[in-house]
């Protein structure tokens, strides 16, 4: 691990001035459990960590009329074990609980846990080239181990996935984010802070250096509970998703009112499916249209030799999703 | 003749490390407990089963490694150091937490409690300890004092009520002995 100092800033206002105005390497620090790891890896060499964990307001678990709120400190563990969303919105806790373990769930915060990077093992070892890590040095993954690597959102620089579940259930849900920076706050739908790889994979997500996460905003809706996270991985626990759904439905008898499906781990960023929502919607629900939902949802996958068998794995997983979610509703 | 007092490696290396058994070690030169003071030295007060230790850090060192070389708590091992693996959890504010990716500054100002705090006082072991041995939950034994403190919050959190449960909030804990049967079984007892 590379030397660097360590700040521990009181409000998030003194926060994002120890960002703005550090001429060196800034990053904030928060759980710690992508950061300290990838530091350790030499991928992360930060000369200055801003430790905003004692900030005292970013902790918050609140509803403010018809929106769910999460500070951007609350930790994974928290939200899963919550009654009212295991209750109401059976996906966020899903997504949660079964992201990761205990141990770093209680570290992880809600805030950090968006922005988490990819595990492409070529990014995280710094002997091969990566793109994302080192622009302009090549892709080792295109040609290389890549059996979990992305099929959705890729480009010609890089195929790295996006390893989150919690974002992903979160666009299903149309949540938004509010950030803090010099330049005062904003609000950003989850649906556009992560950005494809295109032409500068390096960059993750659309936060500007000096902008951080203050707390997440979820529209309470009833969508939430005929809803479930399926998470498909080569073990049961503690893995990465070879293929992940998140499914929320509206049910008016038989037909289906409104669906949300975003998939998890087979994409370079956070994927809506919105042609399989539509296929859904004002029809029928039977295992059939489920499985056309899940064909539609990985139209246009791109796929290696390695990682093909993912195509059908998620179709299945987004029908069985469906399925899940419509017996809730 | 009298003979040498008899130490066990662990109190040895305890020992040598806090510079508590110069004669007894035979160390040429005793290594001090306070820390040279360095440009990037950062003082951290840490709470570790209810003992003060007040030290001064380089602001890299993680809470595992400022456990076992600082204050010689070996219970708690380093296994991947990456968060992969479960063997250096402790429970920091009450809560299960991987040590080696935990900077020990942010444990400053929370109980941090390691497998050489939970025996009683009068040294009788915990429910869980007595239950991996009743179940031989261990082989090599180098992932039990991870697997006995993830245990513990396991059961406190209220996710041991079931096998399935049990296996589900201890997947953070590898075991390469794979003595999960017993591991599973010892916290199904120690959670009645």
Same mark, same amino acid.
């Given at each position: 691990m590379?030397?660097?100092?360590?700040?521990?800033?009181?409000?998030a206002?003194?926060?994002?001035?120890?960002?703005?105005?550090s001429?060196?390497?800034?990053?904030?620090?928060?759980g710690?459990?992508?950061l300290i790891?990838l530091?350790k890896?030499?991928?992360?060499?930060p000369?200055?960590?801003?430790?905003i964990?004692r900030?005292?307001?970013?902790?918050?678990?609140?509803t403010e009329?018809?929106t769910?709120?999460?500070?951007?400190?609350?930790?994974?563990?928290?939200?899963?074990?919550h009654?009212?969303?295991?209750?109401?919105?059976?996906?966020?806790s899903e997504?949660?609980w079964r992201?990761?373990s205990q141990?770093?769930r209680?570290m992880?915060?809600l805030?950090?846990n968006l922005l988490q990077r990819t595990?492409?093992a070529?990014?995280r070892?710094?002997?091969?080239?990566?793109?994302?890590?080192?622009?302009g040095?090549?892709?080792?993954?295109?040609?290389?181990?890549?059996r979990?690597?992305?099929?959705?959102?890729?480009?010609s620089?890089c195929?790295a996935?996006y390893?989150?579940?919690?974002?992903v259930a979160?666009?299903?849900?149309?949540?938004?984010?509010d950030t803090?920076?010099?330049?005062?706050?904003?609000?950003?739908?989850?649906?556009?802070l992560h950005?494809?790889?295109?032409d500068?994979p390096?960059?993750?997500?659309?936060?500007?250096?000096?902008e951080?996460i203050?707390r997440t905003?979820?529209?309470?809706?009833?969508?939430?509970k005929a809803s479930t996270y399926?998470k498909i991985?080569?073990r049961?626990s503690y893995?990465?998703?070879?293929a992940?759904a998140a499914?929320?439905?509206?049910?008016?008898g038989d037909?289906?009112?409104?669906?949300?499906?975003?998939?998890g781990g087979?994409?370079?960023?956070?994927?809506?499916?919105?042609?399989?929502?539509?296929?859904l919607?004002?029809?029928?629900?039977?295992?059939?249209?489920?499985?056309?939902?899940?064909?539609?949802?990985?139209?246009g996958?791109q796929?290696t030799?390695?990682?093909?068998?993912?195509v059908?794995?998620g179709i299945?997983t987004?029908?069985?999703?469906?399925?899940?979610a419509?017996?809730r509703? | 003749?009298?003979?040498?007092?008899?130490?066990?490696?662990r109190?040895l290396?305890?020992?040598v490390?806090?510079?508590?058994?110069?004669?007894?070690?035979g160390a040429?030169?005793v290594?001090t407990?306070?820390?040279?003071?360095?440009?990037?030295?950062?003082?951290?007060?840490?709470?570790?089963?209810?003992?003060?230790h007040?030290?001064?850090?380089d602001p890299?060192?993680t809470?595992?490694d400022?456990?076992?070389e600082?204050l *010689?708590?070996f219970?708690?091992k380093?296994g991947? +150091?990456?968060g992969q !693996? /479960?063997a =250096? #959890?402790v429970h920091?504010?009450?809560r299960r937490?991987l040590?080696?990716?935990?900077l020990a500054?942010q444990?400053?100002?929370?109980?941090?409690?390691?497998?050489?705090g939970?025996a009683?006082?009068?040294?009788?072991l915990? *429910?869980?300890?007595?239950?991996?041995l009743?179940? +031989?939950a261990?082989? !090599? /034994?180098? =992932? #039990?004092?991870g697997?006995?403190?993830?245990a513990?919050a396991?059961?406190?959190?209220g996710?041991?009520?079931?096998?399935?449960?049990i296996?589900e909030y201890?997947?953070?804990?590898?075991?390469?002995?794979?003595?999960?049967a017993?591991i599973v079984?010892?916290?199904?007892?120690a959670?009645?």
């Open positions: 590379q030397p660097f100092r360590h700040l521990t800033p009181a409000t206002e003194e926060a994002i001035h120890s960002l703005a105005t001429a060196g390497k800034p990053r904030l620090l928060a710690g459990t992508t790891d530091m890896l030499q991928v992360e060499q000369d200055l960590l801003i430790d964990t900030i005292p307001d970013l902790r918050e678990i609140r009329g018809d769910l709120i999460f500070g951007a400190l609350v930790h994974m563990s928290d939200v899963a074990d009654p009212v969303i295991k209750r109401d919105y059976p996906m966020l997504a949660l992201g990761a141990q770093l209680n992880a915060t805030g950090g595990r492409c070529y990014f070892d710094t002997q091969f080239p990566c793109n994302k890590r080192v622009p040095s090549g892709c080792a993954a295109i040609d290389g181990i890549n979990g690597h992305a099929l959705l959102g890729t480009g620089q195929i996935t390893p989150g579940d919690w974002a979160l666009i299903a849900m149309d949540a938004s984010i803090l920076s010099p330049r005062g706050t904003r609000s950003i739908p989850i649906a556009e950005r494809r790889p295109g500068s390096h960059m993750d997500h659309v936060l500007a250096a000096d951080m203050v905003r979820v529209p309470a809706s009833p969508l939430g399926l991985r080569d049961e893995a990465f998703a070879l992940s499914v929320a439905l509206s049910m008016d037909r289906v009112r409104d669906a949300r499906i975003a998939l087979v994409a370079t960023v956070p994927w809506r499916a919105r042609e399989a929502e539509r296929s919607v004002g029809k029928p629900l039977d295992e059939a249209a489920a499985h056309h939902a899940g064909v539609l949802a990985f139209e996958a796929t030799s390695e990682n093909r068998f993912r059908p794995l299945n987004v029908a069985q999703a469906i399925m899940i419509k017996a509703g | 003749m009298t003979e040498s007092p008899k130490f066990t490696r109190e290396i305890a020992g490390s806090l510079g508590l058994l110069p004669a007894a070690a040429a030169e290594q407990t306070e820390p040279t003071p360095t440009p990037e030295g950062m003082s951290v007060t840490l709470q570790v089963n209810s003992q003060v007040r030290l001064l850090l890299r060192a809470l595992l400022t456990l076992r600082r *010689a708590l219970g708690t380093k991947c +150091d990456h !693996c /479960g =250096c #959890t920091v504010g009450g937490v040590s080696c990716l935990m500054k444990a400053e100002g929370k109980a941090v409690t390691t497998i050489e939970i009683g006082e009068d040294g009788s915990h *429910a869980v300890q007595q239950a991996f009743d179940h +031989d261990l082989q !090599c /034994g180098y =992932c #039990t004092p697997q006995i403190m993830s513990i396991c059961i406190g959190e996710h041991a009520g079931s096998p399935e449960e296996r201890m997947s953070g804990n590898l075991c390469r002995c794979g003595a999960y017993g079984a010892a916290i199904q007892q959670a009645l």
